[in-house]
């Protein structure tokens, strides 16, 4: 057996399930540089695609079970802890995904197989795999198991609304948030900011703070709640 195929039986072990389909598993697997544009090889990028669908619905539900009291506003915050490419990249790590994963030698030369996007993306397709393989209920398991800490971890600090909004737009191919001073108002002693964070494609989103910073972090906790509401 060669160090691949044992991590591969490796991480079927730890995630409790053995695929049937070994062809969609492989897939799952494979990252774009191994297929370098090939029709022949197919790659995980498609899988990406639905294994978010399907993180972002057991996620969404089981906050809505966690946290039966809080506001929409308030669930979606915490979606954004839980759901972005560093928390995907921990789970894949705690599952062995990160040795069975297939690239080609260049890649892996760069850096590829510790690169928390490549991770990130490469669990969303194993999520999206157990679902074909198994349905929800499989895909369900092993959201619930390697985020399990974050679960449980929810009342802790969050992290800063500029920090979470950055995130949030790396996590969808975006440019990291801009913020501008739109006026300033007040006296030199009690100045008051109007700042606005900008996102392309998106309409701006403005607060007012007695500091830039105080001001460009209500704007970005803005934005966020603009988002969880469906606004974006």
């Not at 072990?13 to 090939?38: M, N, P, Q, Y």
């Not at 029709?39 to 399907?54: H, M, S």
């Not at 690169?115 to 669990?123: P, S, Y």
Request: glycine share 8%; charged share 25%; hydrophobic share 45%.
């Amino acid at each position: 057996m060669n160090t691949r195929t044992a991590a591969i039986a490796e991480l079927e072990r730890r995630i409790g399930h053995s695929f049937s389909d070994r062809v969609l598993f492989e897939r799952a697997l494979t990252h774009g540089s191994v297929t370098k544009g090939s029709a022949r090889i197919a790659d995980n990028e498609r899988l990406e695609f639905l294994g978010d669908r399907v993180l972002n619905l057991v996620v969404a539900e089981q906050l809505m079970h966690l946290e039966p009291d809080a506001t929409e506003g308030a669930l979606s915050k915490l979606m954004n802890q839980l759901v972005n490419y560093h928390a995907c990249a921990d789970a894949a790590r705690r599952a062995g995904l990160r040795e069975a994963l297939r690239f080609d030698p260049s890649a892996t030369k760069i850096g590829a197989r510790d690169n928390d996007r490549v991770l990130g993306d490469a669990c969303e397709a194993l999520i999206a795999a157990l679902y074909l393989d198994a349905g929800l209920p499989a895909a369900k398991d092993f959201i619930l198991a390697f985020w399990g800490e974050l679960f449980t971890t929810l009342d802790a600090p969050t992290k800063d609304p500029k920090t979470m909004l950055q995130e949030w737009a790396m996590a969808r191919g975006m440019p990291a948030p801009t913020y501008r001073v739109v006026k300033q108002d007040g006296s030199a002693h009690e100045p008051v900011f109007t700042i606005a964070v900008d996102l392309p494609g998106l309409a701006p989103m403005t607060a007012v703070g007695g500091s830039k910073k105080e001001a460009e972090r209500l704007a970005a906790d803005a934005m966020l709640t603009r988002h969880a509401e469906g606004g974006l």
